[in-house]
T-cell receptor
Framework: DTEVTQTPKHLVMGMTNKKSLKCEQHMGHRAMYWYKQKAKKPPELMFVYSYEKLSINESVPSRFSPECPNSSLLNLHLHALQPEDSALYLC????????????FGSGTRLTVV | QKEVEQNSGPLSVPEGAIASLNCTYSDRGSQSFFWYRQYSGKSPELIMSIYSNGDKEDGRFTAQLNKASQYVSLLIRDSQPSDSATYLCAGPNNFNKFYFGSGTKLNVKP
């Protein structure tokens, strides 16, 4: 299995809603990531988990809350988002070590109304 | 200064030509770089990685790394319309964190 699976593919939520994005990989990768991508911009790093522990938080607002229940799963909990948070949210995973690139999931297209 | 700089393009080449995409970086200690292809509305796909000086070839793609001059390039030979996409340079991979360039949009004209 060489895939990173993200669900849902599309999500529309109101500013008072609570929702979660899910990501799963079965490649044995021990590093997992959340990225945010706005239209015509490169992906921006949000969070990095290494061996199920949060290792990097790129000063992301607290309305985004990551969780890594086990080595295969990564969640992103969303609460009280703003319309400007509408974007493509990408999950990725990789082996540990600088020579390894990331494998991205297909993303969740989030719209905040 | 950004870690990775990339010309945003767009770059237009005729079908069958060589497309040359370039990226410069600021960290002299950087070791590994990656090229991703992203079709409109899709997620990035890793197409090449390079961490040694020189060239690395994979089919129609050649990645080049010049550590002395701090640039990375991607050559696409015999460009096809299906190569039309945005190409993202990324690196270095330090402690599970790397930076993406702004991306170069490639348009291959039939």
């Amino acid at each position: 299995d060489t895939e990173v699976t993200q669900t849902p593919k599309h999500l529309v939520m109101g500013m008072t809603n609570k929702k979660s994005l899910k990501c799963e990989q079965h490649m044995g990768h021990r590093a997992m990531y959340w990225y945010k991508q706005k239209a015509k911009k490169p992906p921006e790093l949000m969070f990095v988990y290494s061996y199920e522990k949060l290792s990097i938080n790129e000063s992301v607002p607290s309305r985004f809350s990551p969780e890594c229940p086990n080595s295969s799963l990564l969640n992103l909990h969303l609460h009280a988002l703003q319309p400007e948070d509408s974007a493509l949210y990408l999950c990725a995973s990789s082996q540990e070590g600088e020579i390894y690139g990331y494998t991205f999931g297909s993303g969740t297209r989030l719209t905040v109304v | 200064q950004k870690e990775v700089e990339q010309n945003s393009g767009p770059l237009s080449v005729p079908e069958g030509a060589i497309a040359s995409l370039n990226c410069t970086y600021s960290d002299r200690g950087s070791q590994s770089f990656f090229w991703y292809r992203q079709y409109s509305g899709k997620s990035p796909e890793l197409i090449m990685s390079i961490y040694s000086n020189g060239d690395k070839e994979d089919g129609r793609f050649t990645a080049q790394l010049n550590k002395a001059s701090q640039y990375v390039s991607l050559l696409i030979r015999d460009s096809q319309p299906s190569d039309s996409a945005t190409y993202l340079c990324a690196g270095p991979n330090n402690f599970n964190k790397f930076y993406f360039g702004s991306g170069t949009k490639l348009n291959v004209k039939p």
